[in-house]
């Protein structure tokens, strides 16, 4: 007999020894492409001085707080110095984790 199961959309990322759920879903995915939309911009800006790194830092911290929960910038940034390159990194990584999981 054919049965129908309903795919789990909860992927688990381990970050700075904390593990967080991400529930992966097509909101998700639209906000992820306004938020590289975002980035591309936040880009332009930076490189015409327009805006500052504290701005995309900030930026880089909405997109982290929407994917893995409120507060887990923070959380994991506690005990480091906030540089845009590491949000940046982890904000790809997220992406990168994210569309591997939904090729599954």
Do not use: P, W
């Amino acid at each position: 007999m054919a049965s129908f199961e309903f795919k789990n959309r909860n992927m688990k990322v381990e970050i700075a020894g904390r593990q967080y759920t991400v529930h992966v879903t097509e909101d998700l995915g639209d906000t992820l492409k306004e938020f590289a939309e975002e980035m591309r911009g936040m880009a332009d800006e930076l490189s015409l001085k327009e805006k500052t790194k504290t701005d995309a830092i900030e930026m880089l911290r909405g997109a982290i707080d929407t994917i893995l929960g409120e507060n887990s910038f923070d959380r994991i940034f506690r005990n480091r110095k906030i540089t845009v390159m590491d949000c940046a990194d982890l904000f790809m990584y997220l992406v990168d984790e994210i569309n591997e999981f939904q090729a599954k």
